[in-house]
């Protein structure tokens, strides 16, 4: 799914003063994501970042936080936030450097702490001057789908990637993700 095209020594290889390895969507974004390249990765959300979520956000519906209300709304139990799950596509721009102009959400299906999410990405389209777009999917343990995602953005052009990959060769060291989450 990831075709990281003659990176293979950066990803190969552990960070500097580490043993985890570079993250397989930051060195396929230095190659230059073309119109198609999928991505996956899962995600577990716990009941602590739920509420802090909340906090973070002074979302404090009672969906959220209070079994009553849940209850009367025929939920089996507290739900994550919806933007806390649709922040899984964060992940992937952070990842290649992409500077979102658009996100557009449809929520589908509740999400409960402790649910596995898995969040694909596809690119859509990609115009010379790095404007993009692309689309998310995020289905459940069970295969449901929860949310749909279509994201504009800009992608890094040619000097931009090629900042990402000195950062890369110095062991990226603000990057906090390594391979290991990644499917």
């Known amino acids: 799914m990831i075709d990281i095209c003659g990176l293979e020594s950066m990803t190969n290889r552990p960070r500097e003063g580490t043993d985890r390895m570079n993250n397989p969507i930051r060195i396929h974004a230095i190659r230059g994501l073309r119109e198609g390249d999928t991505f996956s990765y899962r995600r577990v959300f716990s009941r602590e970042e739920t509420e802090t979520f909340g906090d973070l956000t ?10 009553r209300w849940v209850r009367g709304k025929g939920y089996k139990d507290l739900i994550c936030h919806g933007l806390l799950v649709g922040s899984m596509i964060c992940e992937f721009g952070g990842q290649v450097g992409w500077l979102a102009t658009g996100m557009n959400f449809k929520f589908t299906r509740a999400v409960y702490p402790g649910d596995t999410i898995t969040c694909s990405i596809r690119v859509l389209k990609i115009e010379d001057s790095g404007r993009a777009e692309a689309e998310a999917s995020l289905t459940n343990q069970d295969g449901n789908q929860v949310c749909s995602a279509l994201v504009t953005g800009i992608l890094p052009l040619d000097g931009e990637r090629e900042i990402l990959r000195t950062m890369v060769s110095e062991g990226d060291p603000s990057n906090k993700i390594s391979d290991e989450e990644y499917l």
């Open 58 to 67: 002074r979302d404090y519906n009672p969906v959220h936080y209070d079994h």
